[in-house]
């Protein structure tokens, strides 16, 4: 150990202080050593996994309003949805009336694991095992899988996402916030005629399954099979919002919520009726007119008795009849009360009169 005496040099006080210094450094550095090491190793393994995510902070490609994104292997359909872009950008952005609007660059990320991607990023990311796609709409950034699945092509989950962000342009400081099943609907609606088709059909296949207003409105669903069923009904509802006042009905009720009114106000101001009176129409319309003979026990019951009392009373009049061709010529007034009580039955069980006898 080196004693400090008064007796030292200036010198010999300033090697002094740096071999404590550097004893000290080396201390510190011993002890976190263990950090640091750990700290390689995640960051060793994170950036392979990244890397597979899709993630990269250089463009594999660039057009006018948009940036794409991918790992090599998702560059062939990166390529397909660039070809597409500008033209798809044109035609969504003058349907939802948000040219107007400054949107874009917008950054397109291609990735087979979407939802490592997605949760890459800040916020809140609603990306699921069953999703095809996620927009940040704040950050006018989309995500999509590379491998969508049967129910969405790449184009179709491209054009939905594309929807999303410029549905969200109409929203402004004071924007009220527009139901879940109305911006998918939307979405939808918008990504072309085939998923749609195919929606449709879905929903008529599963009539038992589908959702009551309140569970439209409510939880949206997030996973499972009545994910389906509430695109499919959100996609009929602004179908027929569509149907009965064109695409301009739907961008006045996102122009009108973003701008403060209320959702419900919005919709009963351009359609003249309110949300839950389209949802029942929708239902009514969507079940088939029920017959019956298959549905109403009471109503077959009373036609059955119906025909056996008709036939009853039948029975009774041929014995009349027999009666009197058995005495003789009936009377002029016997003739017409038998006619009159034939009128009373239905053509197909009144029976033929008989000719009059001739000398």
Wanted: proline content about 6%; hydrophobic content about 45%.
């Amino acid at each position: 150990m080196i004693r400090v005496t008064a007796r030292m040099w200036p010198a010999q006080l300033a090697l002094l202080q740096r071999v404590t210094s550097m004893k000290r450094i080396f201390r510190i550095l011993r002890s976190v050593a263990p950090v640091l090491m750990l700290l390689v190793l995640v960051l060793g393994i994170a950036r392979p996994a990244f890397a597979e995510a899709g993630r990269s902070d250089r463009p594999y490609r660039q057009t006018v309003n948009f940036k794409f994104y991918g790992n090599k292997e998702a560059r062939p359909l990166l390529d397909k949805v660039a070809a597409l872009a500008e033209s798809h950008y044109r035609q969504l952005c003058g349907s939802l009336g948000a040219c107007e609007y400054k949107v874009g660059p917008i950054d397109v990320w291609l990735s087979p694991n979407a939802e490592a991607l997605a949760a890459e990023f800040k916020g809140i990311s609603p990306m699921t095992v069953c999703a095809a796609g996620v927009a940040f709409l704040d950050e006018s950034r989309v995500i999509l899988r590379s491998e969508p699945g049967a129910s969405m092509t790449v184009i179709e989950a491209f054009d939905h996402q594309l929807a999303h962000v410029f549905a969200h342009a109409h929203e402004l400081a004071d924007a009220r916030p527009v139901p879940r099943w109305f911006r998918e609907g939307v979405a939808t609606r918008l990504a072309g005629e085939r998923l749609f088709k195919q929606l449709e059909s879905s929903l008529q296949a599963a009539p038992k399954k589908r959702l009551s207003f309140e569970e439209l409105t409510g939880q949206f669903p997030e996973r499972g099979a009545l994910v389906e069923i509430a695109y499919a009904q959100s996609t009929l509802l602004v179908k027929r919002a569509i149907d009965d006042g064109g695409v301009d009905t739907v961008v006045k009720i996102l122009k009108d919520t973003g701008r403060g009114t209320a959702f419900d106000d919005a919709f009963d101001k351009r359609l003249s009726k309110t949300p839950a009176d389209a949802f029942k129409q929708l239902e009514r319309d969507l079940d088939p007119p029920k017959s019956p003979s298959s549905t109403s026990t009471p109503w077959a019951v009373m036609t059955l008795a119906g025909i056996v009392v008709a036939w009853w009373q039948l029975r009774a009049r041929k014995k009349h009849l027999t009666a009197q061709s058995t005495r003789g010529a009936a009377s002029p007034a016997e003739e017409e009360l038998a006619a009159s009580e034939y009128e009373e039955l239905p053509p197909e069980l009144a029976p033929e009169k008989a000719e009059p006898k001739r000398d």
